[in-house]
């Protein structure tokens, strides 16, 4: 007979389960996701998410300058709200993914939600860049039941990170030393080129971190790749 304490303990274990399930990076249980690259090709994929921002302009010019291919995770409203921006990144020949239309928490939203905020956040990213987004990033990496199929009808892989910058929170020191720490073959990296639904968002230290971070990276031998190319399994 089960006692109260072993019901304790197999409810905590499947509340832990349940919060990697939902947040953990490594974690595919609510629909196809990966966190990594090859581990033997030194190869990184330079990742941004919530954008397109005022900030986006900025991030591109220092990206060109070391003609570094990226990864821009937009958000829909943000799409409908600075098109010239969001098409301006998709002309520099960087890949676009989706990650949603209004930025929402997924944990508890209906299947028919997601669907539908998923879905006009591919349409305004295919109106206004010409771009079909074939990954995801889920807003705040919270995934939740009834993704996968979502994922699936729009052909969408989900993508998390390796490294994740806290660049909306960190100065650009930390970002940078925080990559650095842990960068390696393969790895996904996550910085922010908006600031979720937010109009002229300060994207200062993710901007210095950038100019601080690419020639670094470069110094050490990485080579930079869009999250397609990273993933082609004949590379
Ligand atoms: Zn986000």
């Known amino acids: 007979m089960k006692t109260l304490a072993t019901i304790g303990l197999a409810a905590a274990g499947a509340a832990g389960f349940l919060a990697w399930a939902v947040r953990g990076r490594s974690s595919a249980v609510f629909g196809p996701s ?26 591109l010019e220092v990206l060109s300058r070391y003609s570094v291919p990226a990864t821009f ?46 879905g006009r956040a591919q349409d305004a990213i295919r109106r206004h860049t010409g771009a079909v987004p074939v990954w995801f990033r889920a807003p705040f990496g919270v995934r939740w039941f009834g993704l996968g199929p979502v994922q699936r009808s729009l052909g969408l892989g989900g993508v998390m990170w390796t490294v994740i910058g806290y660049d909306w929170s960190l100065g650009a020191e930390e970002v940078v030393e925080r990559i650095l720490r842990r960068v390696s073959n393969g790895a996904i990296l996550c910085l ?44």
């Open 34 to 59: 990966v966190w990594r690259g090859p581990l033997d090709r030194r190869v990184l994929a330079l990742t941004f998410d919530d954008g397109p921002s005022e900030g986006t302009p900025a991030i």
């Open 73 to 118: 995770f937009q958000v829909g409203a943000n799409v409908d709200r600075l098109p010239e921006i969001a098409r301006a990144v998709r002309d520099a020949g960087h890949e676009i993914g989706n990650h949603s239309y209004s930025h929402p928490l997924l944990c508890f939203r209906a299947p028919g939600f997601m669907a539908d905020d998923l």
């Open 192 to 235: 922010h080129d908006g600031r979720e639904l937010r109009a002229r968002p300060d994207t200062g230290a993710t901007l210095e971190a950038v100019r601080r971070l690419v020639p670094k990276l470069l110094d050490q031998g990485y080579r930079f790749e869009t999250i397609s190319r990273l993933l082609c399994p004949t590379n």
